[in-house]
C-alpha cells in the first residue's frame, strides 16, 4: 500500500500492532499504581528534549540525550518490582481460576463479619491486576480454597501465620503472614496503627483491594489506591467487594477518579472508598447462582 510516509506492508501494520499492544500493556501495568507519576516524568523529560532539538538547543539536548542514556539504567533498577511484576503476568495462567467467584467472595465477607466480631485483627490482599507474588514471597506459601473456618483459623490469635496479611487470588489463599509495605508514618495516616498502614501501603504500590479487620474496633474497612475507606457494615462489605472484585474486569486500567486518586485524598478517614469499575447509577448486572 502507497501512502504519504512511503510503502506500507502487512509486517510494518503487524509491527504497529505488536508495538501498540505492548505499550497498552505497560500502560495496564503501571496504570493505579504510583508507577504512572514517573511514566508522567519521562514522559515530561522527552518532552522537553525534543523541543530542545526541535528548537536546535545544541548543549540542553546534548545534556538531556545523556541523562536519559542513563536513566534508562535507573529505570531499570527503578521499575525492577514493575518489570517482575510484567514477567509474572505473562506467565501467569488466564481464566476463571484467576477470578474471584461470588461463593469466594460471599465466604470472605462473612469471614471478615466474624473476625470483626470477636475484635480479631485481620489483613487480606485481595490481588487484581498487578501481582503480589513479591509480597507472597514475604510470607508461607499455601494454595488452599477460602473459606470461612479457613480464614478464621487463619487469623486466630494463637495461629502461627496470624501475624502479617494474606493475599488471595481468585478463590485461593495464596499466601499468609506475608509483610506489606508500610505508609510512612508522617503521612495522612500517621494516626493509625502498622496494620492499617500496610493496608494503605499496598493499595498505594499496586491495584490491590486490601481488607483490613481492626482488632481494637472490630471495624472493618478496605484501602484502595492509597486511601482507607470508612467503617463498612456486612452489606456495605459484600456490596464493594462485588463491585471492586468480582465486576472488577481483567485487563482494564482503572478510571482516574475520587476512588482511584490518591492525590485527591483529603480527609481519608471520613471518605469512602468507591469502586472505579462502575457509577453506582449505573445498571448492575445480575450474578445468579453465586450472588452476594
Ligand atoms: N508491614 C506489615 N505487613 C503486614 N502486616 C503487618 C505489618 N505491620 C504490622 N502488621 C500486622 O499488624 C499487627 C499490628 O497491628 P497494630 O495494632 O499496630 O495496627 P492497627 O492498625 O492499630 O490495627 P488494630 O486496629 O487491629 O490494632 C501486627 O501484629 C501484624 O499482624
Not at 92 to 101: N, Y
Not at 114 to 143: C, F, H, M, Q, S
Not at 190 to 211: N, Q
Not at 239 to 244: G, N
Request: with cysteine; net charge neutral; proline share 6%.
Amino acid at each position: 500500500m502507497t501512502t504519504p510516509f512511503g510503502q506500507i506492508g502487512a509486517q510494518d501494520v503487524l509491527d504497529i500492532v505488536v508495538v501498540a499492544f505492548l505499550i497498552y500493556q505497560a500502560y495496564l501495568l503501571v496504570a493505579g499504581t504510583r508507577a504512572v507519576n514517573v511514566v508522567r516524568g519521562i514522559l515530561v523529560f522527552a518532552g522537553v528534549w525534543v523541543a530542545a532539538q526541535l528548537l536546535g538547543l545544541t548543549t540542553l539536548s546534548f545534556l538531556l540525550g545523556r541523562a536519559g542514556t542513563v536513566g534508562i539504567f535507573a529505570l531499570l533498577v527503578l521499575f525492577q518490582p514493575e518489570l517482575r511484576a510484567a514477567l509474572e503476568r505473562v506467565g501467569r495462567p488466564r481464566g476463571r481460576d484467576a477470578s474471584a467467584s461470588g461463593a469466594a467472595l460471599q465466604d470472605l465477607a462473612r469471614a471478615m463479619e466474624r473476625l470483626a466480631e470477636r475484635k480479631t485483627g485481620a489483613l487480606i490482599a485481595i490481588e487484581r491486576r498487578t501481582p503480589l507474588g513479591e509480597y507472597a514471597e514475604t510470607g508461607v506459601n499455601i494454595d488452599a480454597l477460602v473459606s470461612v473456618p479457613f480464614l478464621e483459623a487463619l487469623f486466630a490469635r494463637n495461629a502461627p501465620l496470624h501475624d502479617g496479611g494474606i493475599i488471595l487470588l481468585g478463590a485461593r489463599v495464596v499466601a499468609a503472614g506475608c509483610l506489606f509495605p508500610l505508609q510512612p508514618a508522617d503521612g495522612t495516616y500517621r494516626r493509625y496503627g502498622t496494620r492499617h498502614r500496610a493496608a494503605i501501603g499496598l493499595s498505594e504500590l499496586t491495584d490491590a483491594v486490601v481488607l483490613v479487620v481492626s482488632e481494637e474496633r472490630g471495624s472493618m474497612r478496605i484501602a484502595l489506591a492509597g486511601r482507607l475507606g470508612p467503617d463498612l457494615n456486612g452489606t456495605e462489605l459484600r456490596e464493594q467487594l462485588r463491585e471492586l472484585v468480582y465486576d472488577y474486569p481483567a485487563g482494564r486500567p482503572p478510571v482516574p477518579g475520587k476512588a482511584t486518586s490518591p492525590e485527591t485524598a483529603q480527609e481519608p478517614e471520613e471518605e469512602e472508598v468507591r469502586p472505579e469499575s462502575r457509577s453506582r447509577s449505573e445498571p448492575r448486572p445480575e450474578i445468579h447462582k453465586e450472588s452476594l
